[in-house]
């Protein structure tokens, strides 16, 4: 399983790249959105990567950032979501926006994707809303609702206590940025784990 290529952008195409690692070039499907973050032609270039595995091919797609990746893992699940689909989905809308879309039942949100309709549309928001959890109203978010934070960080350690305990990663990620907020940037572990605690279990 490749999960991640470091190498040159060696080039691109509408919907793919080729990474150029150690003289071996791979091919990476790609939306417009990752295809945007990459660079110019030449400079080096981090890319986290799906293998796609059928009967008779092996494609690599590639995501300029894991959170790209995840919503693809999840968009690929719902029936009649393909690979090309899940690409398509992710050129109209950055992760957060999609994560709002489908916590909210934004169906036409998501149809704005090319080869979306209706009825694709809100199969994905009933497939994937209690997967993903409510979107916060703002900052970095990834699969599941939980907010993006510092590796080692007091929040981050809140955050992975609450769901060690089975808390979902939505509601834990709720709880900790609430008991957070409340508490100041000066509160302990301890304190902010009891606090989001409390809230979660509203």
Known sequence: MIAKLKGRLDSTGTDHAIIDVGGVGYLVGASSRTLAALGPVGEAV???TEML???DSIRLVG???AEERDWFRLLTHVQGVGSRVALAILSALE???LHRAVAMGDRAM???ANGVGPKLAQRIVNELKDKTGAAPAGGPVGVGGAVAMPAGSLSADALSALQNLGFKPGEASSA???AE????DS???DALVRLALRKAAK
């Open 53 to 55: 595995v059928a009967e």
């Open 95 to 97: 992760p957060l926006e």
């Open 46 to 48: 981090t890319i986290h």
């Open 187 to 189: 509160a302990s572990l």
């Open 181 to 184: 907020e409340e508490l100041g």
């Open 176 to 178: 900790v940025a609430a």
């Open 110 to 112: 998501i149809a704005r």
């Open 63 to 65: 995501f300029a950032r």
